[in-house]
Protein backbone atom coordinates (compact mmCIF):
# COMPACT_ATOMS: atom_id res chain seq x y z
CA UNK A 1 0.00 0.00 0.00
CA UNK A 2 2.45 2.60 -1.03
CA UNK A 3 0.13 5.23 -1.84
CA UNK A 4 -1.59 4.53 1.09
CA UNK A 5 1.62 5.13 3.23
CA UNK A 6 2.60 7.79 1.46
CA UNK A 7 0.04 10.49 1.28
CA UNK A 8 -0.54 9.47 5.13
CA UNK A 9 2.97 10.44 5.68
CA UNK A 10 2.16 13.75 3.92
CA UNK A 11 -0.84 14.42 6.09
CA UNK A 12 2.01 13.50 8.79
CA UNK A 13 0.27 10.11 9.69
CA UNK A 14 3.28 7.23 10.27
CA UNK A 15 1.06 3.60 8.93
CA UNK A 16 2.76 0.86 11.07
CA UNK A 17 2.17 -3.31 9.99
CA UNK A 18 -0.80 -3.20 12.21
CA UNK A 19 -2.69 -0.24 10.26
CA UNK A 20 -1.58 -1.38 7.05
CA UNK A 21 -2.81 -5.27 7.77
CA UNK A 22 -5.96 -3.57 8.43
CA UNK A 23 -6.30 -1.65 5.48
CA UNK A 24 -5.57 -4.53 3.31
CA UNK A 25 -8.28 -6.52 4.77
CA UNK A 26 -10.41 -3.95 4.72
CA UNK A 27 -9.99 -4.03 1.10
CA UNK A 28 -10.20 -7.19 0.47
CA UNK A 29 -13.48 -7.35 2.11
CA UNK A 30 -14.69 -4.26 0.84
CA UNK A 31 -14.21 -5.69 -2.82
CA UNK A 32 -15.82 -8.68 -1.87
CA UNK A 33 -18.91 -8.01 -0.72
CA UNK A 34 -19.15 -5.60 -3.67
CA UNK A 35 -19.84 -8.41 -6.20
CA UNK A 36 -22.86 -8.51 -4.14
CA UNK A 37 -23.75 -5.93 -2.41
CA UNK A 38 -23.44 -2.00 -4.62
CA UNK A 39 -20.86 -0.63 -1.68
CA UNK A 40 -19.23 1.81 -3.97
CA UNK A 41 -18.62 2.52 -7.52
CA UNK A 42 -14.64 2.52 -6.45
CA UNK A 43 -12.92 -0.66 -6.04
CA UNK A 44 -9.55 -0.32 -7.66
CA UNK A 45 -6.95 -1.37 -5.68
CA UNK A 46 -4.43 2.75 -5.86
CA UNK A 47 -8.38 4.35 -6.00
CA UNK A 48 -9.64 2.73 -3.02
CA UNK A 49 -6.40 4.18 -0.96
CA UNK A 50 -6.66 7.01 -2.55
CA UNK A 51 -10.21 7.99 -2.71
CA UNK A 52 -11.38 5.70 0.42
CA UNK A 53 -8.71 5.31 2.94
CA UNK A 54 -6.68 8.42 2.14
CA UNK A 55 -9.23 10.68 1.69
CA UNK A 56 -11.05 9.95 5.20
CA UNK A 57 -7.98 10.33 6.94
CA UNK A 58 -7.38 14.06 5.47
CA UNK A 59 -10.41 14.49 8.28
CA UNK A 60 -7.57 14.34 10.55
CA UNK A 61 -6.65 17.74 9.73
CA UNK A 62 -9.21 19.40 11.26
CA UNK A 63 -9.18 18.37 14.60
CA UNK A 64 -9.97 20.11 17.43
CA UNK A 65 -6.87 20.95 19.27
CA UNK A 66 -6.02 22.53 22.73
CA UNK A 67 -9.32 25.08 22.58
CA UNK A 68 -7.82 26.77 18.86
CA UNK A 69 -10.01 26.82 15.94
CA UNK A 70 -6.39 26.47 13.94
CA UNK A 71 -7.04 24.55 10.70
CA UNK A 72 -3.64 22.51 10.09
CA UNK A 73 -1.14 21.64 7.53
CA UNK A 74 -0.38 18.31 9.05
CA UNK A 75 -2.38 16.29 11.78
CA UNK A 76 -1.46 18.35 15.04
CA UNK A 77 -1.49 15.37 17.16
CA UNK A 78 0.27 11.99 18.09
CA UNK A 79 -3.33 10.18 16.56
CA UNK A 80 -2.64 7.31 18.75
CA UNK A 81 -3.42 8.25 21.94
CA UNK A 82 -6.40 10.01 21.46
CA UNK A 83 -9.35 9.40 22.89
CA UNK A 84 -12.92 11.08 21.67
CA UNK A 85 -16.55 9.98 20.95
CA UNK A 86 -16.79 10.46 17.45
CA UNK A 87 -20.23 9.24 14.90
CA UNK A 88 -19.80 9.04 11.33
CA UNK A 89 -23.34 10.45 9.74
CA UNK A 90 -24.15 8.06 6.51
CA UNK A 91 -21.21 6.05 6.58
CA UNK A 92 -21.85 3.83 3.85
CA UNK A 93 -19.13 1.31 3.45
CA UNK A 94 -17.56 3.00 6.43
CA UNK A 95 -16.04 6.35 5.35
CA UNK A 96 -14.39 8.35 6.84
CA UNK A 97 -15.48 6.35 10.34
CA UNK A 98 -13.77 2.85 9.81
CA UNK A 99 -10.31 4.55 8.68
CA UNK A 100 -10.79 7.16 11.65
CA UNK A 101 -11.13 4.11 14.33
CA UNK A 102 -8.04 2.26 12.48
CA UNK A 103 -6.15 5.12 13.14
CA UNK A 104 -7.77 6.56 16.35
CA UNK A 105 -7.73 2.79 18.53
CA UNK A 106 -9.12 4.76 21.86
CA UNK A 107 -12.31 6.83 20.60
CA UNK A 108 -15.75 5.52 21.00
CA UNK A 109 -17.16 4.94 16.97
CA UNK A 110 -20.74 5.28 15.97
CA UNK A 111 -21.70 4.53 12.79
CA UNK A 112 -24.53 5.69 11.49
CA UNK A 113 -26.31 4.05 8.40
CA UNK A 114 -29.52 4.15 7.20
CA UNK A 115 -29.29 1.27 4.21
CA UNK A 116 -29.65 -2.16 6.32
CA UNK A 117 -27.03 -4.07 3.42
CA UNK A 118 -24.59 -1.25 4.27
CA UNK A 119 -25.19 -1.55 7.94
CA UNK A 120 -24.53 -5.38 7.57
CA UNK A 121 -21.22 -4.56 5.69
CA UNK A 122 -20.19 -2.34 8.52
CA UNK A 123 -21.17 -5.19 11.66
CA UNK A 124 -18.71 -7.39 9.61
CA UNK A 125 -15.98 -5.21 8.80
CA UNK A 126 -15.90 -4.09 12.71
CA UNK A 127 -15.62 -7.88 13.83
CA UNK A 128 -13.02 -9.00 11.21
CA UNK A 129 -11.11 -5.95 12.23
CA UNK A 130 -11.83 -6.68 15.81
CA UNK A 131 -12.37 -2.78 16.55
CA UNK A 132 -13.64 -2.52 20.14
CA UNK A 133 -16.15 0.39 21.14
CA UNK A 134 -17.90 0.77 17.94
CA UNK A 135 -21.62 0.78 16.98
CA UNK A 136 -23.22 0.39 14.20
CA UNK A 137 -26.79 2.09 14.18
CA UNK A 138 -28.99 1.02 11.01
CA UNK A 139 -31.25 4.05 11.55
CA UNK A 140 -31.39 7.39 9.85
CA UNK A 141 -29.39 10.55 11.60
CA UNK A 142 -32.89 12.32 12.21
CA UNK A 143 -34.33 9.43 14.24
CA UNK A 144 -30.73 8.93 15.90
CA UNK A 145 -30.43 12.92 16.88
CA UNK A 146 -33.30 12.83 19.06
CA UNK A 147 -31.86 9.81 20.92
CA UNK A 148 -31.17 10.74 24.53
CA UNK A 149 -28.38 8.51 25.04
CA UNK A 150 -26.89 10.31 21.20
CA UNK A 151 -28.22 13.68 21.04
CA UNK A 152 -25.52 16.35 22.05
CA UNK A 153 -22.98 13.01 23.11
CA UNK A 154 -20.03 13.96 20.57
CA UNK A 155 -17.16 15.28 20.52
CA UNK A 156 -16.41 14.66 16.56
CA UNK A 157 -19.27 14.36 14.03
CA UNK A 158 -17.88 13.90 10.78
CA UNK A 159 -19.47 13.14 7.47
CA UNK A 160 -18.93 12.45 3.23
CA UNK A 161 -20.96 13.12 0.43
CA UNK A 162 -24.07 12.55 2.24
CA UNK A 163 -26.09 16.10 1.29
CA UNK A 164 -25.63 19.69 0.78
CA UNK A 165 -24.07 21.50 3.57
CA UNK A 166 -28.04 23.84 4.13
CA UNK A 167 -29.05 20.06 5.01
CA UNK A 168 -25.97 18.17 6.51
CA UNK A 169 -26.04 20.63 9.26
CA UNK A 170 -29.70 19.55 10.45
CA UNK A 171 -28.34 15.66 10.32
CA UNK A 172 -24.84 16.29 12.14
CA UNK A 173 -25.24 19.43 15.05
CA UNK A 174 -27.98 17.42 17.05
CA UNK A 175 -25.58 14.78 17.91
CA UNK A 176 -22.62 17.24 18.47
CA UNK A 177 -22.10 18.58 21.85
CA UNK A 178 -21.40 22.39 23.11
CA UNK A 179 -17.90 22.52 22.43
CA UNK A 180 -17.21 19.54 19.74
CA UNK A 181 -17.16 19.83 16.09
CA UNK A 182 -18.61 18.87 12.77
CA UNK A 183 -16.17 18.07 10.01
CA UNK A 184 -17.58 17.73 6.70
CA UNK A 185 -15.68 16.22 3.71
CA UNK A 186 -16.64 18.63 0.66
CA UNK A 187 -15.40 18.94 -3.11
CA UNK A 188 -14.46 22.40 -4.60
CA UNK A 189 -18.02 23.25 -3.48
CA UNK A 190 -17.32 24.00 -0.31
CA UNK A 191 -16.14 27.09 0.08
CA UNK A 192 -19.54 28.04 -1.60
CA UNK A 193 -21.81 25.74 0.28
CA UNK A 194 -20.15 27.22 3.67
CA UNK A 195 -21.13 30.60 3.02
CA UNK A 196 -24.97 30.06 1.90
CA UNK A 197 -24.74 27.16 5.14
CA UNK A 198 -24.04 30.15 7.28
CA UNK A 199 -27.80 31.20 8.85
CA UNK A 200 -28.41 27.07 9.03
CA UNK A 201 -25.58 26.54 10.85
CA UNK A 202 -26.13 29.33 13.58
CA UNK A 203 -30.14 28.41 14.01
CA UNK A 204 -28.55 24.83 15.03
CA UNK A 205 -26.29 25.93 17.34
CA UNK A 206 -22.78 25.81 15.21
CA UNK A 207 -20.46 28.61 14.33
CA UNK A 208 -18.33 28.17 10.77
CA UNK A 209 -14.84 27.93 11.70
CA UNK A 210 -13.30 27.65 8.01
CA UNK A 211 -12.71 25.56 5.14
CA UNK A 212 -9.94 23.95 4.93
CA UNK A 213 -8.37 22.57 1.32
CA UNK A 214 -6.85 19.92 1.63
CA UNK A 215 -3.96 19.60 -0.70
CA UNK A 216 -2.16 16.20 -1.43
CA UNK A 217 -0.98 15.24 -4.68
CA UNK A 218 -2.35 11.63 -3.64
CA UNK A 219 -5.83 12.89 -3.55
CA UNK A 220 -8.21 14.35 -6.30
CA UNK A 221 -8.09 18.07 -7.07
CA UNK A 222 -10.41 20.17 -4.81
CA UNK A 223 -10.73 18.42 -1.79
CA UNK A 224 -11.97 20.50 1.30
CA UNK A 225 -12.62 20.51 4.64
CA UNK A 226 -15.49 22.55 6.33
CA UNK A 227 -15.58 22.82 10.01
CA UNK A 228 -18.29 24.07 12.57
CA UNK A 229 -17.66 24.61 16.12
CA UNK A 230 -21.03 23.70 18.27
CA UNK A 231 -20.93 26.52 20.69
CA UNK A 232 -24.97 26.25 21.26
CA UNK A 233 -27.48 24.04 22.53
CA UNK A 234 -29.55 22.55 19.25
CA UNK A 235 -33.34 23.91 19.40
CA UNK A 236 -35.66 21.09 20.74
CA UNK A 237 -37.39 21.10 17.22
CA UNK A 238 -34.22 19.80 15.49
CA UNK A 239 -33.78 17.71 13.70
CA UNK A 240 -37.07 17.60 12.10
CA UNK A 241 -38.80 14.45 10.88
CA UNK A 242 -36.97 11.81 8.75
CA UNK A 243 -37.45 13.02 5.10
CA UNK A 244 -37.66 16.91 5.92
CA UNK A 245 -34.15 18.34 6.27
CA UNK A 246 -33.87 17.26 2.54
CA UNK A 247 -36.60 18.63 1.20
CA UNK A 248 -37.00 21.84 2.89
CA UNK A 249 -33.54 22.85 3.74
CA UNK A 250 -33.06 25.50 6.35
CA UNK A 251 -31.00 27.65 3.88
Given at each position: ???????????????????????E????E???W?Q????????G?E???????????S???A????????????V????????????????G????G?????ML??A??T???A??????????MVR?????????????????G?M????????LV????????CV??????P?CRV??R????K????V???????P????V???L???????LE?L???R???????V???P??Y???????????L?
Amino acid sequence: MALLRAGAAALGLTLGPSHLAAFETYYRELTAWNQRFNLTAITGFEEVQRRHFLDSLSCLLALPVGGSDRLHDVVPIQVGRTSLRLADVGSGAGFPGIPLKIMLPDARVTLIEATAKKATFLRHMVRLLGLEEVEVLAARAEDVGRMPEHREQYDLVVARAVAPLCVLVEYCLPLCRVKGRVIAQKGSEGVEEAEAARPAIALVGGSLVGVKPVELEELPPGRTLVAIDKVAKTPDEYPRRPGIPSKRPLC
